[in-house]
């Protein structure tokens, strides 16, 4: 069995199957107990050195020696074992297709499966807006870790009954983007990574806005909210990739038409 790393808790784990009486697999890992937040300086708590204290988001419990506010059923890990599938290797974008498109904005909404972080739905908008392509990847049931509805939005219903493969999913991407094709999302090398997709004409709206400091990035529910007035990931069920995509391709339309002399 092959050890991991947990990337929420940071303890060593492997995965186990265990064979049910209907012949049917199921994961066993111990339970994962750690903060599901990020940490932020919180200006409201100051030490005796007069320095602001780091807090969790999602606690509010000092970052430090404090205990994990979170427990799941399983450990996950962004380590790709299948390191001799071919639908785990990079694709170079390549010459233009009869579906190519000049300007496309793109995002991905990821899930968790054995194999890592691995893409759950993918989005690709035209320069106007519309749809091009948007489908869930399907994938079997027992190797699903988690589907961080939470943050994606995707449920065991869109992942289990969808049409299409990683492969299959990829492969129509792949028609729609070629080589040229100016490609625009937000912090979207973490979309062509889990597309596994090389390419290197993009328009980054985290670049486009820089964060004051220059080790973090304005999220997109951010600039969203500042720069177009209109409010995204706000309801309970995650985020939806058709919505942030077009608030990428938005904001550099914005971004263009406010810096090009016209």
């Known amino acids: 069995m092959k050890t991991c790393i947990c990337l929420r808790c940071d303890q060593h784990f492997c995965y186990r199957w265990q064979t049910k009486d209907d012949g049917t697999k199921s994961l066993i890992s111990d339970p994962c107990n750690h903060h599901h937040g990020k940490f932020r ?22 970052y430090y020696r404090s205990p994990p506010c979170t427990t799941v059923k399983h450990h996950v890990t962004d380590l790709n074992t299948k390191f001799d599938d071919s639908s785990q290797r990079y694709v170079a974008t390549g010459q233009t ?25 993918v989005t690709v908008l035209n320069s106007r807006g519309k749809k091009l392509f948007d489908e869930c990847v399907l994938y079997p049931e027992e190797d699903i870790i988690d589907y961080c509805t939470q943050y994606s939005g995707l449920t065991d219903a869109d992942i289990l009954f969808a049409t299409y493969t990683f492969e299959e999913v990829r492969d129509y991407v792949l028609s729609i983007i070629s080589e040229d094709t100016i490609v625009v999302g937000h912090s979207v090398e973490n979309d062509l990574k889990v597309l596994k997709i090389a390419h290197s004409k993009v328009v980054d709206t985290s670049v486009l806005y820089p964060n004051d400091n220059p080790r973090h990035k304005t999220a997109l529910r951010t ?20 919505e942030d995509a077009l608030a990428a391709l938005d904001l550099a339309i914005l971004h263009i038409n406010n810096t090009l002399p016209w």
């Open 41 to 62: 300086w919180d200006k409201t708590q100051v030490s005796e050195k007069n320095k602001k204290k780091k807090t969790w988001t999602c606690c509010g419990q000092r």
């Open 223 to 242: 600039l969203t909210e500042k720069h177009l007035g209109r409010t995204i990931q706000a309801g309970a069920n995650g985020h939806d990739s058709t």
């Open 97 to 121: 297709t009869i579906r190519t498109r000049d300007i496309v904005a793109l995002d991905c909404e990821m899930l968790f499966t054995v194999d890592g972080l691995q893409l759950g739905r």
